[in-house]
Structure formats: C-alpha cells, structure tokens
C-alpha cells in the first residue's frame, strides 16, 4: 500500500505540467539526441554508470512520433494511455504495463489529470543477469536476447495485461516507495525489485501479448545467442552446428544479419563483459578471471581488454572501486 503523502506527489502537477497547462512550455527537445532523427538518448537522462531510472509520465501534452536508444517500460498506474504504434493504436489499461524494445517508433496520445503512468527506462547492459539466469524459452525471454544482442528490432513490444496479478501491483509499488522515499540504498533496491518484477511477468506468458515481427531466422537467432551467453568459456561455431543442425556457414550469415558481428567477436564480447564484472564485483586474482572467460594465453587477454577499455584490467578496477 502506497502511503498518503507519496500519493498526493503522485497527482500534483509538476512544474512542467503546470507549464504545459499555460501553454508556457512544449515537449523538451533536449532529451533528443538530435531533433532531426527524433532520437531519444539514454546518456541525456541516466548518469554515466546508471543502468536504468524510474519517472513519472508527463501529463498534459502529445508526444511526437519519436524511437529511443534503451528500453522502455511503462505501468499505467491509473487512468489509461494510448500509443500509435505500427500504424495501430494500443490503449494500456490501469495495471498493465507495455515493454517497448529500443529503436521502436511510436507516439503518445494526450494524458490528463487521471492518468499517473510510471517510464522505466532501461538500458539493454541491465537486463545480462537475466539472460544468463533464464532456461526456458518464452516470448519475454526473446524479447531480452534481441535487445541485447540484435539492432533488427523494429516493431516489437509486449503488453502485459497483468492488473488482477497481486505480485506485480505490490512489486510496482514498493518501487514506487522507493522512488519518493530516498535511502541509503535505494539504487541496489531499485536494480532488485525491477529484476523480481521482470521475473514475475515472465512466469505469466499467458497474459502476454506479442507484436513481434518474427522470422525463422529471427526465431534462431535467440537461440544462437543464447547458447553464446551460456557457453562464452569454451563455446565453439562448431558445437553450435551440431546442436541446432545447421552449417556454419548459415549460423555465420545469421549472426551478421542480426547483430552486425561475427560469431567470435560476439563470443570475446560476452568473454569481456563477464571479465569486467568479476573485476567490478570480485576479488579475484587476474589468473582466476582470465580461467574464468576461458581464455588461456594472459597476454592475449590483456591486449583486447585494453584494445577494448583503453586501460588494462588493474586499471579497470583500481578505477570502479574509486567511483
């Protein structure tokens, strides 16, 4: 239960909605990364090493057709909102929420008083502790693997049609809570109950709508990457011939289309991210993480780190424990 004075900030107007009501102000054109692609940019509204933020949905004004480089979830916490997507509107209800992939173009109708929604914007790195956590194939799964890894994501988003669902509703408002009632911890409570709440929504795929432009190779592809985030130590083209029968020469063409990368370039990839975070969040000697990505030759591993970060892992590291 959402306590009384967070609720009374939830329906106050803001300054830029009261500026909206004057007709004093229109939508901020600096969120754009440039106003002629009508791109909005994570970098203008997270910090450098923020991986997502919540905020309340500006109330009073017609969002123009516009696509955004992060993912974007949003909860209609009461009211409704209407989006102008694929040449088809899409009404959200209260309780329900719309995950929206990033490069996706889409505009928002006119919200008024009644109608709190709640943006959670999230950039793609956030959701690799899910990926390497799921084992079963499911619609929000492939949703969570073409966001990482595919910029071939025009069109897809998911409606979670989950208002009678109790688990969500008090997830979304301890996230809330959170928001309004600022401690020590807020952001590592944040990172946790966004992760439960994705979980959540997962383990309901019957209340999920799909608007996916799914191929066959789209389809392959998820399983492609998978298998590269689950088998990055000692993966090889080759295994993943034989389990999902097909020759190299097509998983390479897939890969390429998808991703823009190659199959070995997306493996030392997913290699480096597993490297930085074991230097981030671990004490672990340099051995035992260059044995943990399943690279053998050290000096091998320091050129493309550094080729990669412009700095060596000692420096990585020394440089995060002083952030």
């Not at 502790?129 to 084992?135: C, G, H, Q």
Request: hydrophobic share 35%; charged share 20%.
């Amino acid at each position: 239960m959402i306590p009384i004075h967070i609720l009374e900030q939830l329906v106050s107007f803001t300054e830029e909605e009261m500026n909206l009501l004057q007709g004093k102000e229109t939508i901020d054109k600096s969120i754009f990364a440039s106003e002629l692609s009508h791109v909005i940019d994570y970098h203008y509204l997270l910090k450098e090493n923020q991986m997502f933020s919540v905020r309340k949905h500006t109330r009073f004004c017609q969002y123009p057709s516009h696509r955004h480089n992060y993912i974007e979830l949003m909860y209609v916490y009461s009211g409704r909102m209407t989006h102008h997507i694929n040449e088809q509107d899409i009404t959200i209800e209260k309780g329900q929420l719309l995950l929206l992939n990033q490069n996706i173009e889409h505009s928002i109708n006119y919200c008024d008083e009644n109608d709190i929604i709640f943006n959670f914007i999230i950039r793609p790195e956030y959701l690799r502790f899910l990926s390497t956590m799921i084992e079963d194939e499911n619609v929000v799964s492939k949703f969570i693997f073409d966001a990482l890894y595919s910029y071939d994501n025009d069109g897809e988003f998911l409606v979670f049609k989950v208002q009678n669902n109790q688990k969500v509703t008090s997830y979304i408002e301890s996230i809330i809570i959170s928001l309004y009632e600022s401690q020590l911890y807020n952001d590592i409570e944040l990172k946790l109950l966004v992760g439960i709440l994705l979980t959540e929504l997962m383990n309901h795929p019957e209340n999920i709508e799909s608007y996916t432009g799914d191929s066959y190779e789209k389809i392959l592809s998820s399983t492609i990457l998978k298998y590269i985030i689950t088998n990055y130590q000692y993966g090889s083209l080759h295994e993943l011939s034989q389990l999902i029968h097909q020759p190299n020469y097509t998983i390479c063409k897939i890969i390429k289309k998808q991703t823009g990368q190659t199959f070995t370039e997306l493996l030392q990839n997913e290699k480096l991210k597993v490297a930085e975070n074991l230097l981030i969040t671990t004490s672990l000697t340099m051995q035992d993480i260059i044995q943990e990505v399943g690279y053998e030759n050290i000096s091998y591993f320091y050129r493309i780190f550094k080729k990669k970060y412009a700095m060596t892992p000692q420096m990585y590291r020394a440089k995060s424990q002083q952030s």
